[in-house]
């Protein structure tokens, strides 16, 4: 389930070394001669274009988790790689095509890609050759739909709309909604489409259905004024943080103050080179990570990700950094690991993941098990910024 260039944005988690899944057999796969088996992790994700900062965050992460994991000197180690798509389906294929040729004969695993439209082309080629394959971020249904080698490790987009009218009912939060939404957008799409779905079921008042083409937009104001017009006092935007940022500025300018509620593609705005923070004060946001969490995996993922980035890490880093030990923890508990092949591995991955009881605890959530359709299961945080932070607003 993302934009800008990378000293302005965002960034991901922290994880400590410990809490590795036991195995049937002593806690070590089976490896034949007691030497560590190699599993090649392929990543993909834009590190240039306009997205360019979600699949930085995502590969950062994940290479905090790599080095961690293969500092345990345990019996499964990780070969990491990371290839640009740009953002795109097609150079996504070709990444993942690069990639086939790096493992070679060894078998390799896939991680990513960072965004839905490259993650969905990619999926139906991991699903015809058999490789195993999981996305930190890329939340659309259509990623795992009818493909039992994929799985991710972020909230699905329906999932993150029910959520949020389910918040707000509960809460008592507004009397007349709007929701603002890129409709261009796969992302974005899928969340509004499942909000809108659910504030009529449940009885909400949805005054006011806004959409824009994509996120090069720049002027928000018909799409404000309608809610403004409309009576909306509560406006959901599921929709990345650099729209976002526009709309809360343009919001201002016109004397607009409903209340704000987005999702996790939000993560990272108030990290944005010169964002005015105050612009996004009692924003609400859904999102299963932060980076100003008190326990001590958190901690020591952000100590480090700010000593080798100089930036605080968001959700995206997070995933990314869990789904190497999703990865790991998972190749701890496969008997007969060594000498397996893509497709051997896939299966044995793909069982596992899918049995529902195979269960991570990470920085993105606790005791977080997986549905047999690929969808993740835990339970999102919600945050209200205050003061320019982050606090609890469960």
Known sequence: MKKKKLAALLLAGAMGLGLLAGCSNGGKPENGGGDAVTIKVGGIGPTTGDAAQYGTATEWGAEIAVEEINALNGPVKLEFKYEDDTGAADTAVAAYNNLKDWAKDAPLVIYGTTTTGPCVAVSAETYAD???????????????????????????????????????????????????????????????????????????????????????????????????????????????????????????????????????????????????????????????????????????????????????PNQFAADGYDCMYAIYEACLEIEGLAGMDSAALCDALSAKFGSGTFKVDGLTGKDMTWKKTGEIDKAPLIFKVENGAYVDAQ
Do not use: W
């Open 130 to 312: 058999r490789i195993f394959q999981l996305t930190p971020s890329a939340s659309s249904p259509d990623v795992v739909a009818g493909k039992d080698n994929v799985f991710q490790m972020c909230f699905t987009d329906p999932y993150l709309g029910t959520a949020g009218a389910e918040y707000l009912k509960d809460k008592g939060l507004g009397t007349k909604y709007a929701v603002i939404y890129n409709n261009g957008d796969a992302y974005s799409t899928g969340i509004a489409e499942a909000f809108i779905a659910k504030t009529k079921e449940l009885g909400m008042e949805l005054v006011a259905t806004q959409t824009y083409p994509d996120d090069k937009t720049t002027d928000y104001t018909v799409q404000l004024n309608a809610c403004k017009d409309a009576g909306a006092d509560v406006v959901f935007l599921p929709i990345y943080y650099t729209p976002a940022s526009l709309i809360l500025a343009q919001a201002k300018q016109m004397s607009y103050a409903p209340l704000f509620i987005g999702g996790d593609g939000m993560d990272g705005m108030l990290d944005m080179d010169g964002f005015d923070k105050s612009l996004a004060e009692g924003l609400l946001l859904m999102t299963p990570f932060s980076a100003g969490a008190e326990d001590d995996r958190t901690k020591s993922f952000v100590e480090k990700f700010q000593k080798a980035h100089n930036i605080l």
